[in-house]
């Protein structure tokens, strides 16, 4: 088992750019969550994708929004990149019909906006 | 919404004592808080999980307890190994959204030989 597996898993981009990130979940899992993670900090909610579609979202700009694909696999875009953003961008996956099952986090994709 | 705090946020130990790690949590409503282990360069792993209708549960060296009176959950850690040395996440959720995890800020364990 592959375990949570994310794609790139480094980038760099300017100032107004856009940018996809993608995320395959743990062989299994149905729901699949997206977090950030700023330097020194812990990881920030940003939503949850469950039957393709946004069921929950945290306090993140409509500059973020998600898609999740019939295979359960996900992408995270993001318009009009800031500086701000430069972040690892974790992906998360849980068991599915288990709603308190275990979070499984994949090694993340780290973005550097310049 | 809910709010985390995680103390300390650096922590030194020598190898073979215990660490303790230390949370306050804002919603009364919560009831999982997980803590996960995250490595450099890693990603966060889950060591140790607790939910509101118990105080304690133990696995191994590591141990977590909980007081829902004072919302308030700790991380001990005993007989402490270089490999220990990590940063420690608490969280906290509703255990019917355990994907929206509010997390601590983290703490920095090392062990020191």
């Known amino acids: 088992d592959a375990g949570v597996t994310q794609s790139p898993t480094h980038l760099i981009k300017t100032r107004g750019q856009q940018v996809t990130l993608r995320c395959s979940p743990k062989?299994?899992?149905?729901?699949v969550s997206w977090y950030q993670q700023a330097l020194g900090q812990g990881p920030q909610f940003i939503f949850q994708?469950?039957?393709?579609?946004?069921?929950q979202r945290g306090n993140f700009p409509d500059r973020f929004s998600g898609h999740q694909f019939p295979n359960y696999s996900s992408e995270l875009n993001v318009n009009a990149l800031l500086l701000g953003d430069s972040a690892l961008y974790l992906c998360?996956?849980?068991?599915?019909?288990?709603?308190?099952?275990?979070?499984?986090f994949g090694e993340g994709s780290r973005l550097t906006v310049l | 919404g809910e709010n985390v705090e995680q103390h300390p946020s650096t922590l030194s130990v020598q190898e073979g004592d215990s660490a303790v790690i230390k949370c306050t949590y804002s919603?009364?409503?919560?009831?999982?808080f997980p803590w996960y282990k995250q490595e450099l360069g890693k990603r966060p792993q889950l060591i140790i999980d607790i939910r509101s209708n118990v105080g304690e549960k133990k696995d191994q060296r590591i141990a977590v307890t909980l007081n829902k009176t004072a919302k308030h959950f700790s991380l001990h850690i005993t007989e402490t190994q270089p490999e220990d040395s990590a940063v420690y996440f608490c969280a906290a959720s509703l255990s019917g959204t355990a994907s929206k995890l509010t997390f601590g800020t983290g703490t920095r364990l090392q062990v020191t030989l």
């Open positions: 919603d009364s409503a919560s009831n999982y």
């Open positions: 062989s299994g899992h149905d729901t």
């Open positions: 998360a996956s849980r068991a599915r019909g288990v709603p308190t099952g275990e979070l499984f």
């Open positions: 994708y469950y039957e393709e579609e946004e069921r």
